[in-house]
C-alpha cells in the first residue's frame, strides 16, 4: 500500500488536482491551505466520486462551512448530524464515501455509518500547524495498514492526547504543533491510547 499527503492550494489548477484524485489508487488526506481553496475541494469531493481510494478530510468549522454551506453555529449545534449529512451526499452510488474528521472540540469521524466522538485535546491545539501534525499522523497510521476509518479515529485520539500531555507540561496557551510532535510517542505508549 503506498500512502501519500496530498497538498493543495489555490493556485493549483482545480482539473490537475481532480486528476490526481481521478487516477490514485492510494488512500489521500487533501490539506486545503491559501486563501480560496474550497473551490478546489469542491470540485473534488464531487469528482471523487470516481475514484477507487479512500478520501479523509479534516476541516475545521469554518472550512466546513464553506464546503457545506452550512453556517458555523449550525453546524457547532449539530457537529454529528451535519458531519453524516456531508458524507453521505459526498458517497458515490456504490455507496463508497469519504472519511469526514470534522476539528473542533469533540472531533467527530465519520464515514457515514460510523461515528467516533473524540474524549482528548483541549484549546490551546487550535494553533496552526496542529492540522498538518494531524494529517501526518494519520497518513503514517494508514501507511502501517490500518483501515482508513480506523486511522482517522486512533489519528484524532492519539494527537488529542498528544496535545493533553502538551498542555499538562507547557500549559494550553504556549502549545506548539512542535510539541504535539515531540510528545507522540509518549501519547501512543499511554494505557487508554
Known amino acids: 500500500i503506498f500512502t501519500g499527503t496530498l497538498y493543495c492550494s489555490a493556485a493549483r489548477r482545480q482539473s490537475s488536482y481532480s486528476g490526481v484524485m481521478l487516477t490514485t489508487s492510494c488512500p489521500i488526506r487533501p490539506t486545503f491551505t491559501g486563501s480560496s481553496p474550497y473551490a478546489v475541494a469542491t470540485v ?106 480506523d486511522a482517522a479515529c486512533l489519528g484524532v485520539h492519539v494527537h488529542g492526547a498528544a496535545g493533553d500531555l502538551a498542555a499538562e507540561e507547557l500549559g494550553e496557551a504556549s502549545l506548539t504543533a512542535v510539541d504535539l510532535i515531540d510528545l507522540l510517542p509518549e501519547a501512543l505508549a499511554r494505557d487508554d491510547t
Open 44 to 149: 473534488t469531493i464531487s469528482r471523487s466520486r470516481q475514484r477507487r481510494c479512500p478520501l479523509v478530510l479534516t476541516p475545521h468549522p469554518g472550512e466546513f462551512s464553506r464546503l457545506t454551506d452550512r453556517t458555523v453555529k449550525a453546524i457547532q449545534s449539530d457537529r454529528i448530524g451535519a458531519a453524516i449529512d456531508a458524507v453521505t451526499s459526498w458517497a458515490d452510488p456504490a455507496g463508497s464515501s469519504p472519511i469526514l474528521v470534522l476539528k473542533g472540540a469533540g472531533t467527530v469521524v465519520t464515514d457515514g455509518r460510523r461515528v467516533f466522538v473524540n474524549g482528548t485535546g483541549n484549546p490551546g491545539m487550535a494553533t496552526g500547524g496542529t492540522g498538518d501534525v494531524l494529517t501526518g499522523l494519520i497518513a503514517a497510521v494508514i501507511g502501517q495498514g490500518l483501515a482508513p476509518f
